[in-house]
Protein backbone atom coordinates (compact mmCIF):
# COMPACT_ATOMS: atom_id res chain seq x y z
CA UNK A 1 0.00 0.00 0.00
CA UNK A 2 2.98 2.27 0.97
CA UNK A 3 4.14 1.96 -2.66
CA UNK A 4 1.35 2.24 -4.39
CA UNK A 5 0.54 5.65 -2.68
CA UNK A 6 4.61 6.86 -2.91
CA UNK A 7 3.68 6.09 -6.72
CA UNK A 8 0.96 8.31 -6.82
CA UNK A 9 2.06 10.74 -5.22
CA UNK A 10 5.51 10.88 -7.24
CA UNK A 11 3.43 10.86 -10.49
CA UNK A 12 1.45 13.90 -9.62
CA UNK A 13 4.13 15.39 -8.12
CA UNK A 14 5.91 15.32 -11.90
CA UNK A 15 3.29 16.67 -13.64
CA UNK A 16 4.07 19.92 -11.79
CA UNK A 17 7.63 19.56 -11.55
CA UNK A 18 8.06 22.10 -14.83
CA UNK A 19 6.59 25.78 -15.22
CA UNK A 20 3.77 25.53 -17.73
CA UNK A 21 3.78 28.20 -20.24
CA UNK A 22 1.16 29.99 -22.71
CA UNK A 23 1.33 31.50 -25.35
CA UNK A 24 1.40 34.95 -23.57
CA UNK A 25 4.71 34.48 -21.88
CA UNK A 26 6.05 31.92 -24.47
CA UNK A 27 8.71 34.30 -26.22
CA UNK A 28 10.14 35.48 -23.03
CA UNK A 29 10.38 32.34 -21.62
CA UNK A 30 12.03 30.64 -24.91
CA UNK A 31 14.00 33.58 -25.79
CA UNK A 32 17.43 32.54 -23.45
CA UNK A 33 20.04 29.84 -25.28
CA UNK A 34 18.80 26.51 -24.69
CA UNK A 35 15.44 25.84 -23.63
CA UNK A 36 12.94 22.76 -24.35
CA UNK A 37 9.27 23.00 -24.55
CA UNK A 38 7.23 19.57 -23.91
CA UNK A 39 3.94 19.84 -25.61
CA UNK A 40 1.80 17.12 -23.24
CA UNK A 41 -1.88 16.62 -22.16
CA UNK A 42 -2.93 15.69 -18.70
CA UNK A 43 -4.66 12.48 -20.23
CA UNK A 44 -1.60 11.45 -22.15
CA UNK A 45 0.09 8.78 -20.62
CA UNK A 46 3.29 8.96 -22.81
CA UNK A 47 3.31 12.68 -22.01
CA UNK A 48 4.02 11.40 -17.99
CA UNK A 49 6.01 9.30 -18.56
CA UNK A 50 8.51 11.50 -20.88
CA UNK A 51 8.40 13.94 -17.75
CA UNK A 52 9.61 11.28 -15.28
CA UNK A 53 12.43 10.75 -17.68
CA UNK A 54 13.16 14.74 -17.85
CA UNK A 55 13.12 14.64 -13.94
CA UNK A 56 15.75 11.96 -14.22
CA UNK A 57 18.23 14.06 -15.62
CA UNK A 58 20.40 17.11 -14.62
CA UNK A 59 18.90 19.74 -17.47
CA UNK A 60 21.03 22.45 -14.81
CA UNK A 61 24.49 20.62 -15.35
CA UNK A 62 23.40 20.57 -19.02
CA UNK A 63 22.84 24.24 -18.83
CA UNK A 64 19.24 23.55 -20.11
CA UNK A 65 15.99 25.23 -19.10
CA UNK A 66 12.96 23.04 -19.56
CA UNK A 67 8.79 23.94 -20.25
CA UNK A 68 5.45 22.72 -21.15
CA UNK A 69 2.69 23.50 -22.57
CA UNK A 70 -0.74 21.48 -22.11
CA UNK A 71 -1.88 21.30 -25.97
CA UNK A 72 -5.96 21.49 -24.46
CA UNK A 73 -5.27 24.52 -23.09
CA UNK A 74 -2.66 26.42 -25.68
CA UNK A 75 -4.42 25.30 -29.05
CA UNK A 76 -2.61 28.59 -30.75
CA UNK A 77 0.93 27.30 -29.80
CA UNK A 78 0.04 23.47 -30.67
CA UNK A 79 -1.12 24.81 -34.41
CA UNK A 80 1.77 27.63 -34.77
CA UNK A 81 4.08 24.73 -34.23
CA UNK A 82 1.71 21.77 -36.12
CA UNK A 83 1.78 19.38 -32.89
CA UNK A 84 0.64 16.22 -34.27
CA UNK A 85 1.30 13.78 -32.38
CA UNK A 86 2.04 13.78 -28.17
CA UNK A 87 4.43 13.88 -26.54
CA UNK A 88 6.57 16.61 -28.50
CA UNK A 89 9.64 18.10 -27.82
CA UNK A 90 10.66 21.22 -29.20
CA UNK A 91 14.81 22.56 -28.55
CA UNK A 92 14.92 26.46 -29.31
CA UNK A 93 18.20 27.81 -29.41
CA UNK A 94 18.02 31.73 -28.54
CA UNK A 95 14.17 31.61 -29.39
CA UNK A 96 14.39 30.29 -32.43
CA UNK A 97 13.41 26.32 -32.76
CA UNK A 98 16.39 24.45 -34.55
CA UNK A 99 14.83 20.80 -33.95
CA UNK A 100 11.21 18.48 -33.26
CA UNK A 101 10.87 15.41 -31.56
CA UNK A 102 8.14 12.96 -31.42
CA UNK A 103 7.48 10.21 -28.55
CA UNK A 104 9.14 9.31 -25.57
CA UNK A 105 12.73 9.20 -24.91
CA UNK A 106 14.71 7.43 -22.05
CA UNK A 107 16.50 9.76 -19.77
CA UNK A 108 20.02 8.62 -21.46
CA UNK A 109 18.29 9.42 -24.90
CA UNK A 110 16.72 12.90 -23.29
CA UNK A 111 21.06 13.48 -22.59
CA UNK A 112 21.95 12.28 -26.31
CA UNK A 113 19.62 14.90 -28.25
CA UNK A 114 20.42 17.75 -25.93
CA UNK A 115 23.91 16.97 -26.72
CA UNK A 116 23.66 16.63 -30.08
CA UNK A 117 21.08 19.32 -30.43
CA UNK A 118 23.09 22.20 -28.51
CA UNK A 119 26.90 21.10 -28.45
Known sequence: MKTILATLIFSVLSLFAYEEINSEN??????????IVKFHATWCVNCAQ?????NEVDLKKLGVSLYKVNIE???SLTAKYKIRALPTILYLKNGKLISTEMGVKSPQELIESINQTFY
Open 50 to 54: LERNF
Open 73 to 75: EQM
Open 26 to 35: FTSKTSADKV
